[in-house]
């Protein structure tokens, strides 16, 4: 039991350690992400977010993938210009904290445009942001409860 306690503890002092990581290896040690992780290795986006930055990511959880239905998401998984398109209309440019989100349209990494509406909590085009400000070092990750669909 000391020994799990121990290595549990050595595993959370090395995920908040001081040096932050990339976006990519912030989302799979969060461990609620292996949807998201294993879309963006199929859409091949591993290596983009892996870069430079910064980022903004709106994430989906794995119960936000649970949600699109089996046959839906499978389908997304096969094409990967869709996959694509879905992934990067959660990405948008830049660093952009909690603090500093306002309410109105944000273009994304996509192309398109994400509606944010502040007025009962964050949304962002309908899924509700669950958590914020996870800090990687080349961006920002914001827990989103729904995958969205550019338009």
């Known amino acids: 039991m ?26 799979v040690a969060a461990g ?12 091949g986006l591993v290596q983009t977010l892996k870069g430079d930055g910064p980022f903004t990511v709106f994430a989906p959880t794995d119960a936000a993938f649970a949600k699109v239905p089996k ?10 210009a869709q ?18 989100v306002k309410a109105g349209k944000v273009k994304t990494v996509q192309g ?19 958590k914020t400000d996870i800090v990687a070092d080349n961006g920002v990750i914001h827990v989103i409860d729904s995958v969205v669909m550019p338009k």
């Open 83 to 100: 996959l694509t398109r879905v992934l990067t209309y959660h990405v948008v440019p830049g660093k952009v904290m909690a603090k500093d």
């Open 32 to 43: 609620n992400f292996t949807t998201l992780a294993a879309a963006l290795n199929q859409a």
């Open 2 to 27: 000391m020994k799990k306690t121990a290595l549990a503890a050595a595993l959370a002092l090395a995920a908040s350690g001081a040096q932050a990581k990339d976006i990519v290896d912030t989302a």
């Open 71 to 80: 046959a839906d998401l499978e389908a997304l998984l096969a094409d990967k």
């Open 112 to 130: 398109s445009e994400l509606t944010v509406d502040t007025g009962a909590g964050v949304m962002v085009d309908g899924a509700k942001v669950v």
